[in-house]
């Protein structure tokens, strides 16, 4: 007891695991109520999640939530909403495969290419939303929404015929021009699975390390977090908040412009109707379930893709994979209660702890109970 | 009136409105209460004085049944209680006045006083007419149809204490009352509280000010550490000095300058600052003044005439309308806060939660905030954990504050610890002027001294202090020049020498002041 009152991070854990058990619980009583056999479903999914070709999905999917999760937390922990991180990343992944498609440039400069324009494409949508918050008032919550919509209108414009799409050979769809291979990175193999790591997981891997170094090292960083847990002590202590709220955004959405990158390049050489949708809203709750915190949100998107991949097998045995949907749900309440009450009795635990303390260098000892 | 009667808890026609016996509470790791004894006659007011810190607030929520005590026994009309909560406690008629209002702003007094107690009344002519009778037989003028966010700080009180009376309450808490309140206001406050123990009500009034207590209480009790070191004191036997060495062990501390260290280099400059709100009236209006190198300009006033918008301005949190600001004769009306901080000035804000702290960062990261550009908390774009831990360490080494550690959040310190690190972290960099609002506001008496200590020390070496205040003792010891500010304009000077309270207080309301000297 005493070593988690002295942890903050063990109480995260333990935070973590409770909310985790809830909603295993929760899981089991929907499936015992719907006529299937909780330990059985459990055992079918985590086999199936371990095999090597899952891994190597879970892996994949979890590079691209992890990236979409860390462009939300850039703004959550400065207390800015970007729930546009959805049409930011899908505006910058087409823009950016149609640019990538179009030039043919030498390797590494052609992937350095297509990446800088999804980081650009994806700061400007976000920007767009940080510039009308600080000259206008407008909520970013609103206004990301609705550029969220807009980005879906200008995609659905722009990928035709004749503008950037193309007709996708021997198929209905229709893509952006493919990326040469000048312009694609190769993946890792993966002992046993026939399938390959992205390259790129390790884009994400190196974006959780920035994201440390500068929220928690940085003096831009310090300005970001008081911002974030005090925005009125923040702007007494100097910070320019409407800087912060644009830089914020713009930081937010370069990272958003990362998203669609570990896929584009890695498997897919074109932005089509069928390019993954919806990674921005995942990564809303794959940040709260992380904390925010560069590490948290590693174990978040692997929970969160685990539970995505796993849930496949459960159709093979006629139990509808939606289940999932209401484990992942379930997780996401039950953690935020659960932390907010570790939050309250971290707090409590230190203020009894500086009450002993002041016992303690009391110079009358009755004061003190036994 | 049986206003001298001593409490005798026994043979008494009418038995105590409140007897304590023995009350201990324990927080894990220190006492807060021990063996508090008390008795309070029925239809007296009753005065606990304690310093910041001895235990009267908590003593407060255990009779107001926010907690329980874990020993000890309390009767209510002769009667043993156990309260759960504040609903049993104002059941049994016992209604408590925060010293933080709670009210909405945007409902009327009568919409305020009837918000949750709409099953007495209802909340039409019916309630209306029985505010109005409570008002009328307890001298308490309000109008019933006005807005909350148009009345003074007195006129809220009298909605507060008029809420708790409808509610039925017999016995009365009220919790520092008059720490808000100017002496006029604290006069009427106490005619009030007169005429309710007239009706027969029962008054429990918590404060550390001993003039006051002595001026309206009938009977006092002291608390020291968390025990009652005196109780039920007649106050025409006891003197404000003795109540002072009982509270606190030894002597007050008494903020005072010694000689003048004033020079004549002006350090801060302010030319017809005009600061308006939203609806364009000004709330800050013309101001002038010149503070010196090694010079406290005070500024009296009472709370919400400008003084907070001043303050902005000269932080440069809010832009002005008009006027300049010159620091060491440059114009820095243009300048971003981080740039005035950077050039020397230091910032003990009036609110410290909401402008100096962040509650849930560690003690070395607080000391980083409002210095992030500067040696020893960073290194070009780096954060200097090192520099910037060892300093917070010496700061709490130097202004003595109680903590176990440094990795601490701010959040778990007491008020006072909160306070003296922040005046820690401002008086480091050597600041050239500092802008002092409520410097010691809530802390205890060891550490006023200490931060009074502080200042004047950084006077003598040249500091220019703009010194805010609602204690009115602390203005007057601690200033070389004292400027009075009503609605926004400076309407007039005194003579920090030769003022006392009672006359600053009558100039703080706008009452003449040329006149008088």
Do not use: C
């Amino acid at each position: 007891m005493n070593r988690l009152k002295n942890s903050p991070l063990a109480l995260t854990i333990l935070a973590a695991v409770i909310a985790l058990a809830f909603s295993a619980a929760v899981t089991s009583i929907v499936l015992s109520l719907s006529g299937f056999n909780p330990p059985s479903t459990f055992q079918a999914m985590i086999e199936f999640g371990l095999e090597p070709d899952s891994v190597v999905n879970i892996v994949n999917r979890a590079s691209t939530y992890y990236l979409a999760a860390v462009a939300v937390a850039i703004g959550f922990r400065m207390g800015l909403f970007n729930i546009g991180v959805d049409g930011q990343y899908r505006l910058a992944a087409m823009l950016a495969a149609a640019v990538g498609g179009a030039v043919a440039l030498p390797p590494v400069l052609h992937q350095a290419v297509i990446i800088l324009v999804a980081m650009l494409v994806g700061a400007l949508w976000a920007g767009i939303a940080g510039l009308l918050k600080v000259t206008r008032g407008v909520s970013e919550v609103i206004a990301t929404i609705m550029l969220n919509f807009i980005a879906t209108g200008i995609i659905a414009y722009l990928l035709q015929n004749g503008r950037l799409g193309t007709q996708v050979a021997g198929s209905d769809n229709i893509g952006t021009e493919p990326i040469a291979s000048s312009g694609r990175v190769g993946g890792i193999p993966y002992p046993g699975a026939d399938l390959k790591i992205f390259g790129l997981v390790l884009l994400a891997v190196a974006m959780g390390v920035a994201f440390h170094i500068v929220v928690e090292r940085t003096r831009f960083g310090f300005d970001l977090r008081a911002t974030g847990l005090s925005p009125s002590a923040a702007v007494a202590s100097g910070v320019d908040a409407k800087r912060m709220v644009v830089v914020a955004m713009l930081l937010s959405g370069a990272a958003a412009g990362l998203i669609g990158m570990p896929q584009l390049l890695g498997s897919s050489y074109s932005y089509g109707l069928d390019f993954p949708s919806g990674l921005g809203f995942v990564g809303i709750g794959i940040a709260l379930l992380g904390r925010n915190k560069p590490v948290g949100i590693v174990f978040a998107a692997l929970l969160w893709s685990f539970l995505d991949q796993s849930s496949q097998i459960l159709e093979f045995n006629e139990i509808p994979k939606e289940i999932v949907a209401i484990t992942q749900a379930a997780v996401l309440l039950s953690v935020v209660v659960v932390y907010e009450v570790v939050r309250r009795l971290g707090l409590r635990w230190q203020q009894q702890a500086v009450a002993a303390e002041l016992a303690d260098r009391d110079p009358s000892p009755k004061e003190v109970a036994a | 009136m049986s206003t001298t009667e001593r409490p005798s808890g026994t043979g008494a026609a009418a038995p105590p409105a409140f007897e304590l016996r023995g009350i201990t509470k324990r927080f894990p790791g220190v006492v807060a209460n021990r063996d508090i004894d008390l008795t309070v006659t029925a239809g007296t007011v009753h005065a606990i004085v304690g310093e910041n810190g001895a235990g009267k607030s908590t003593l407060m929520k255990i009779l107001y049944g926010m907690q329980r005590a874990d020993e000890g026994t309390i009767k209510v009309g002769g009667q043993e209680v156990v309260f759960h909560s504040p609903a049993d406690a104002i059941a049994r008629g016992i209604g408590m006045v925060h010293q933080h209002f709670m009210l909405a702003d945007n409902l009327t007094v009568l919409e305020n006083i009837v918000l949750g107690a709409e099953r007495l009344h209802g909340i039409g002519a019916k309630a209306r007419r029985r505010v109005e009778e409570l008002a009328g037989r307890y001298g308490m003028r309000v109008d019933t149809g006005r807005l909350v966010e148009e009345l003074g700080v007195g006129d809220r009180q009298r909605v507060e204490i008029l809420k708790v009376l409808y509610r039925g309450a017999r016995i009365l808490i009220l919790d520092e009352p008059t720490a808000v309140l100017v002496p006029q206001e604290v006069d009427e406050l106490f005619a009030n509280l007169r005429e309710l123990r007239r009706e027969g009500l029962t008054v429990l009034f918590i404060s550390h000010k001993l003039d006051e207590v002595l001026a309206v209480a009938d009977e006092i009790t002291v608390i020291r550490r968390g025990t009652t070191v005196a109780t039920g004191l007649d106050p025409a036997a006891t003197t404000s000095r003795e109540l002072a060495r009982m509270m606190v062990g030894s002597e007050l501390p008494v903020p005072e300058l010694r000689e003048s260290t004033v020079t004549d280099r002006p350090v801060l400059q302010l030319r017809g600052l005009t600061v308006r709100d939203g609806t364009g009236r000004a709330v800050v209006d013309g101001v002038s003044f010149t503070i010196h190198a090694g010079e406290i300009l005070g500024i009296a006033g009472v709370e919400g005439n400008g003084q907070a918008e001043l303050v902005e301005a000269i932080m440069g949190m809010r832009a002005p309308d008009a006027g300049t600001i010159l620091l060491d004769g440059e114009d820095i009306t243009g300048w971003p806060t981080r740039r005035r901080r950077e050039q020397g000035i230091g910032f003990v804000p009036e609110d410290r939660h909401r402008h100096g702290l962040l509650l849930e960062s560690p003690l070395w990261e607080n000391r980083i905030l409002g210095h992030q550009t500067r040696r020893p908390n960073v290194k070009g774009p780096w954060i200097d954990r090192a520099g910037a831990r060892a300093d917070t360490r010496r700061i709490v080494e130097a202004y003595d504050v109680r903590t176990p550690g440094i990795d601490v959040d701010a959040g778990a310190l007491s008020g006072g610890n909160q306070q003296k690190l922040i005046v820690g972290r401002e008086m480091s960099g050597e600041p050239k002027l500092l802008i002092a609002a409520h410097p010691t506001r809530g802390v205890d008496v060891g550490a006023q001294a200490a931060i009074w200590e502080h200042l004047r020390k950084a006077r003598a070496e040249g500091l220019a202090v703009l010194l805010i205040s609602a204690d009115l003792d602390e203005l007057i010891g601690m200033s070389d020049t004292l400027r009075v500010i009503l609605r926004g304009r400076m309407v007039g000077e005194v003579d920090p020498a030769d003022v006392t309270p009672e006359r600053l207080g009558s100039a703080m309301t706008g009452a003449p002041l040329e006149g008088e000297q």
